[in-house]
T-cell receptor
C-alpha cells in the first residue's frame, strides 16, 4: 500500500455543487494531516490543517477518520476559482518527513 | 509564514551541464526540503537540507547527482549535475514549521535539451 493515496480524478462538477475527495494513508502513527491546493504551473499552498477529528473553514471541511486511516476534503457551493489540484500531505516515517499524495484534480464548470 | 525566494525561476540547459538553484528564506528555519515535481506528477522529496552537515537524501537520489548546500538557517542551494532530458522538472524549495505546515518557493522550472 502506498503511503498516501488519492484518486487523481479529474472531478468535473458544475458551479454550486458539493464535491468530496478522500485520501488514504498507511502510517497509523501520523498525528497531523494537511490539504494543499496547487494551481496550474504554481507552487502548492496550504489550504487546511487537520490535527484532530476535523476542521472547517468557510466552504471547506476536512475530516479525519483514524480507524479507517483516511482524511477527506469537502467543498460546498463550488466556485469556478476552486478548479485546481488538491494535494494530501501526511508525515511518514518516525520523524516528520512530508509525503505528498499524487493529487486530485478538480474542474468546476459554469 | 515564511517568504521564500527561489532562483532561477526557469532555465533551459544543454545536456551534460549543471545548474544550481538558490533558495533564500526571510527568517531562520530549521527544516528545509528540496522537492521535484515532474510533469503531471505529484511532489517527490529529493532531500532534507541540514544546516552545517550533509543533506539527507531519499531513496533514488544521491549526492553526486544532486549536491545540496546549507551554510546557514536561511539559505540553501540544490545543484542538478550532468543533466539529461529526464531531469526536466520543477524543483521546489520548501520550509517546514513546527506545526508540520510547509511553505514553498515559486519553483524553478528546468528544461534540459
Amino acid at each position: 500500500r502506498k503511503e498516501v493515496e488519492q484518486d487523481p480524478g479529474p472531478f468535473n462538477v458544475p458551479e454550486g455543487a458539493t464535491v468530496a475527495f478522500n485520501c488514504t494513508y498507511s502510517n497509523s502513527a501520523s498525528q497531523s494531516f494537511f490539504w494543499y491546493r496547487q494551481d496550474c504551473r504554481k507552487e502548492p499552498k496550504l489550504l487546511m490543517s487537520v490535527y484532530s477529528s476535523g476542521n472547517e473553514d468557510g466552504r471547506f471541511t476536512a475530516q479525519l477518520n483514524r480507524a479507517s486511516q483516511y482524511i477527506s476534503l469537502l467543498i460546498r457551493d463550488s466556485k469556478l476559482s476552486d478548479s485546481a489540484t488538491y494535494l494530501c500531505v501526511v508525515p511518514s516515517g518516525g520523524s516528520y518527513i512530508p509525503t505528498f499524495g499524487r493529487g486530485t484534480s478538480l474542474i468546476v464548470h459554469p | 509564514s515564511a517568504v521564500i525566494s527561489q532562483k532561477p525561476s526557469r532555465d533551459i540547459c544543454q545536456r551534460g551541464t549543471s545548474l544550481t538553484i538558490q533558495c533564500q528564506v526571510d527568517s531562520q528555519v530549521t527544516m528545509m526540503f528540496w522537492y521535484r515535481q515532474q510533469p503531471g506528477q505529484s511532489l517527490t522529496l529529493i532531500a532534507t537540507a541540514n544546516q552545517g552537515s550533509e543533506a539527507t537524501y531519499e531513496s533514488g537520489f544521491v549526492i553526486d547527482k544532486f549536491p545540496i548546500s546549507r551554510p546557514n538557517l536561511t539559505f540553501s542551494t540544490l545543484t542538478v549535475s550532468n543533466m539529461s532530458p529526464e531531469d526536466s522538472s520543477i524543483y521546489l524549495c520548501s520550509v517546514g514549521q513546527n506545526t508540520g505546515e510547509l511553505f514553498f518557493g515559486e519553483g524553478s522550472r528546468l528544461t534540459v535539451l
